[in-house]
């Protein structure tokens, strides 16, 4: 017969336990930082509001060295620079400490800023399996006023996908026409597998009987819109955190192994792209995300 646990022993087993979920909040942290799915000025931000949080308790060492390009021996340097000690937590570091290191970040990692005036033409993008399709959805479902633009693809449907609603699902020869006759606002090949690209008629229709046209697309098609209608406002969604959106990838069931890895590396390159977008949205939840793209749409 097994003997119940005394005070102290149900205390030493829930402080272990509590220790143990600390470390993992901490580790998933510095995997967001690296792969840039929260920004540092966020993480400082967090750290300061709640020294007990994740980024409350994060070493200072651990936390530059997850930045990128950022190894041991210039983290030192920085840290010498700033006169903070290797010791410290980011929730612990004193008024002057704080202002040191934040200024030095935004010289190094500046801030999105957005760029003043709305446009009509928002463009949504974003890494793999963060959701876009899902958030663009709910805006078309939500708000009529925002006309959802369909993209034209060389890949095959998706169960539970329909034509001329999801995507226009064409061959090679009838993308390269739509090229040829200058009919795609922007086209970019996703994954190195399949073309994907936006038609124009649709678009420049909506635009002239005065509605917000959303465009859901990838990171290069994102930079060609940017290139032809300056105007464009760029929206970057951003997964809750790196854990999450690999689980999105793997859950969503779609690709094979090699496909994922694939897609992961890609992902990772594409979140570093962020600070060329003029707002930055996290879909931790879809009806919210797509409520806060919504209301960038010009009045």
Same mark, same amino acid.
Do not use: C
């Given at each position: 017969?097994?003997?119940?646990?005394?005070?102290?022993?149900?205390?030493?087993?829930?402080?272990?336990?509590?220790?143990?979920?600390?470390?993992?909040?901490?580790?998933?942290?510095?995997?967001?930082? @690296?792969?840039?799915?929260?920004?540092? @000025?966020?993480?400082?931000?967090?750290?300061?509001?709640?020294?007990?949080?994740? @980024?409350?308790?994060?070493?200072?060492?651990?936390?530059?060295?997850?930045?990128?390009?950022?190894?041991?021996?210039?983290?030192?340097?920085?840290?010498?620079?700033?006169?903070?000690?290797?010791?410290?937590?980011?929730?612990?570091?004193?008024?002057?400490?704080?202002?040191?290191?934040?200024?030095?970040?935004?010289?190094?990692?500046?801030?999105?800023?957005?760029?003043?005036?709305?446009?009509?033409?928002?463009?949504?993008?974003?890494?793999?399996?963060?959701?876009?399709?899902?958030?663009?959805?709910?805006?078309?479902?939500?708000?009529?006023?925002?006309?959802? @633009?369909?993209?034209?693809?060389?890949?095959?449907?998706?169960?539970?996908?329909?034509?001329?609603?999801?995507?226009?699902?064409?061959?090679?020869?009838?993308?390269?026409?739509?090229?040829?006759?200058?009919?795609?606002?922007?086209?970019?090949?996703?994954?190195?597998?399949?073309?994907?690209?936006?038609?124009?008629?649709?678009?420049?229709?909506?635009?002239?009987?005065?509605?917000?046209?959303?465009?859901?697309?990838?990171?290069?098609?994102?930079?060609?819109?940017?290139?032809?209608?300056?105007?464009?406002?760029?929206?970057?969604?951003?997964?809750?955190?790196?854990?999450?959106?690999?689980?999105?990838?793997?859950?969503?069931?779609?690709?094979?192994?090699?496909?994922?890895?694939?897609?992961?590396?890609?992902?990772?390159?594409?979140?570093?792209?962020?600070?060329?977008?003029?707002?930055?949205?996290?879909?931790?939840?879809?009806?919210?995300?797509?409520?806060?793209?919504?209301?960038?749409?010009?009045?």
């Amino acid at each position: 017969m097994s003997q119940k646990q005394t005070p102290p022993e149900v205390d030493r087993v829930a402080a272990s336990r509590k220790a143990v979920a600390a470390r993992q909040a901490r580790a998933s942290l510095k995997r967001d930082i @690296s792969t840039r799915v929260v920004t540092p @000025s966020e993480v400082l931000a967090r750290a300061f509001a709640d020294q007990t949080s994740a @980024s409350g308790t994060l070493r200072v060492t651990d936390f530059l060295t997850a930045l990128p390009a950022i190894g041991s021996g210039k983290r030192d340097r920085i840290l010498e620079d700033l006169e903070i000690s290797p010791v410290k937590r980011l929730g612990g570091l004193g008024s002057r400490q704080r202002a040191s290191l934040s200024e030095w970040l935004e010289t190094r990692f500046p801030s999105v800023e957005p760029r003043a005036g709305r446009s009509s033409l928002l463009v949504l993008a974003g890494p793999t399996a963060v959701g876009k399709g899902t958030v663009a959805a709910h805006i078309k479902a939500t708000h009529p006023e925002i006309h959802l @633009s369909v993209s034209a693809t060389t890949r095959k449907p998706r169960p539970g996908e329909t034509e001329g609603e999801h995507y226009f699902f064409v061959d090679d020869p009838e993308f390269d026409r739509l090229i040829a006759s200058g009919e795609l606002l922007e086209y970019a090949t996703v994954h190195n597998r399949f073309r994907y690209g936006t038609p124009r008629k649709p678009i420049e229709h909506a635009l002239s009987e005065g509605k917000t046209v959303l465009l859901e697309i990838d990171l290069q098609g994102a930079r060609q819109v940017r290139d032809a209608e300056e105007s464009a406002t760029l929206v970057f969604l951003l997964p809750p955190s790196w854990d999450e959106l690999v689980n999105r990838l793997v859950g969503r069931g779609t690709e094979d192994t090699e496909e994922r890895a694939r897609r992961l590396r890609t992902a990772k390159a594409e979140l570093a792209a962020q600070t060329e977008f003029d707002y930055l949205v996290v879909n931790d939840d879809v009806a919210s995300a797509a409520g806060e793209i919504a209301a960038l749409a010009r009045d």
